[in-house]
């Protein structure tokens, strides 16, 4: 889908050895969200911030051992992750420099 200046806000094509993805950009051609398919049971969706730097991705371990959440602060640092270790038991974990 393109807006009214042609340019592509809404993309569906292919990643990753040709598996479906939709991505989402602004306005100003940034991407915002990523919606891949999954591979391998790995797959996350990508929510980025105005500076192109991933902000929350949501998505799977790998190797698959289960879910996985982590936050991103401005400068594309981990700050937040949430995730099943190795056993499929549950991680949490606050970061700072």
Known sequence: M????GD???????KDGDNGVV??????GKDLVELPSTVDD????????PYCQPL????????FTGG???????????IV????????NGVAGAYNH
Do not use: C, F, H
């Open 2 to 5: 393109t807006d009214d200046a």
């Open 8 to 14: 592509n806000v809404v993309v569906l094509g292919t």
């Open 23 to 28: 991505l989402t950009r602004s306005a100003t």
């Open 42 to 49: 790995e797959s996350v969706v990508t929510t980025y911030q």
């Open 56 to 63: 929350v991705l949501l998505g799977s371990t790998k190797p």
């Open 68 to 78: 996985m959440i982590q936050v991103n602060n401005k400068t594309g640092e981990t």
């Open 81 to 88: 992750n949430v995730q099943a270790d190795e056993y499929g």
